[in-house]
T-cell receptor, first 115, second 112 residues
């Protein structure tokens, strides 16, 4: 049973460029959330996708956008990159519904460096 | 959203029991308390979740007093591999339409 997979694992961009990160959720999961984790900090919630729509959003500018596909996979897009966007970007999947704990399953992350 | 406060760091030795306490004075009625563990360069991993009293699984125990304004994660007989950052989260779980906010976490260092 494959867990959450993210790609690419590492990438380097320059200021002003755009980046797309990809995530495949754990088999059977229908909800995908994205987090940004700067060095030495806890993960910061960016947004959550369910049924191909953004359901929740954290305190991030519109430069951060996303998409969820019919197969539940998701993309995170960041435009006009800033140096401060350098971080580990984590994708987490979960199963919606009122059964269980709502446990999040995280991927290994995509390490973005902006120069 | 309820804010959490937990120690920045803790030290322990192999074989000891470790208790990490988290304060959440403004926890709401619908909020659950969830703990995650994170190793360097990996995504966080779910440890345990509870609403009140005590919850125990194969990895840890979670103690929640009646007023729910704090909680304690208990790790029995820690080993070197338990060295990680531990996050206390308070909120409505995702599967109930909520979102969970991570704080700075507690960096646990287990020594031989």
């Amino acid at each position: 049973d494959a867990g959450v997979t993210q790609s690419p694992t590492h990438l380097i961009k320059t200021r002003g460029q755009q980046v797309t990160l990809r995530c495949s959720p754990k088999s059977g999961h229908d909800t995908v959330s994205w987090y940004q984790q700067a060095l030495g900090q806890g993960p910061q919630f960016i947004f959550q996708y369910y049924e191909e729509e953004e359901r929740q959003r954290g305190n991030f500018p519109d430069r951060f956008s996303g998409h969820q596909f019919p197969n539940y996979s998701s993309e995170l897009n960041v435009n006009a990159l800033l140096l401060g966007d350098s971080a580990l970007y984590l994708c987490a999947s979960s199963l919606d519904g009122r059964l269980g704990t709502g446990e999040l399953f995280f991927g290994e992350g995509s390490r973005l460096t902006v120069l | 959203l309820a804010k959490t406060t937990q120690p920045i760091s803790m030290d322990s030795y192999e074989g000891q029991e470790v208790n990490i306490t988290c304060s959440h004075n403004n926890i709401a009625t619908n909020d659950y308390i969830t703990w995650y563990q994170q190793f360097p360069s990996q995504g966080p991993r779910f440890i345990i979740q509870g609403y009140k009293t005590k919850v125990t699984n194969e990895v840890a125990s979670l103690f929640i007093p009646a007023d729910r304004k704090s909680s304690t994660l208990s790790l029995p007989r820690v080993s070197l591999s338990d060295t990680a950052v531990y996050y206390c989260l308070v909120g409505v779980p995702y599967n109930q339409g909520g979102k969970l906010i991570f704080g700075q976490g507690t960096e646990l260092s287990v020594k031989p």
